[in-house]
């Protein structure tokens, strides 16, 4: 990650924190992973900012509820899992450093309401098709460690069944 070369530039820019889930379902034993288009173009996850005392959890399933209508999610754990630092310009033209926590959830629901005003498109994809097709290298980046997780998970969660 890069902050620039000058360490009090960084204290005083600008954060964000969004929280978000990396979804997906088993679809004829492939996971498949919910990738989003966003109205400014580029393909990531659900997202979105917390509200005021919001925990975590709940705006990363609230936020994902609003843009795909999806409510029946299994976290596989009660902690976001992975976590993406970057550095962006808003519209005013700021550099902000940017945090965003990623929960990983599994649904067996497939049928996708988008919120329009956020969200233009949408699909389920299987991983290589996912990495083509999210936009940013810190995407890619989360759902490589996403994946890597839910094949552990998976591993240890049929284990688990045999004992």
Do not use: C
Not at 98 to 119: H, L, Q
Request: aromatic share 10%; charged share 30%.
């Amino acid at each position: 990650m890069k902050y620039g070369t000058n360490q009090k530039n960084k204290v005083k820019m600008k954060r964000d924190y969004s929280t978000g889930v990396i979804l997906y379902r088993k679809e004829h034993g492939i996971n498949k992973y919910l990738i989003l288009k966003h109205r400014q173009g580029h393909w990531a996850f659900s997202k979105g900012h917390g509200k005021i005392n919001e925990k975590r959890q709940t705006t990363a399933l609230r936020e994902l509820f609003e843009e795909t209508g999806i409510k029946n999610v299994n976290l596989i754990s009660n902690t976001p899992l992975i976590e993406e630092n970057y550095i962006f310009k808003n519209r005013k033209g700021e550099e902000i450093i940017k945090k965003v926590e990623y929960f990983i959830g599994k649904t067996e629901e497939s049928n996708i309401k988008t919120d329009s005003k956020e969200i233009s498109d949408y699909k389920w994809a299987a991983f290589s098709d996912a990495i083509a097709t999210v936009t940013y290298k810190e995407s890619k980046s989360t759902l490589i460690k996403a994946n890597e997780i839910i094949s552990e998970y998976n591993k240890n969660a049929s284990i688990n069944n045999y004992l």
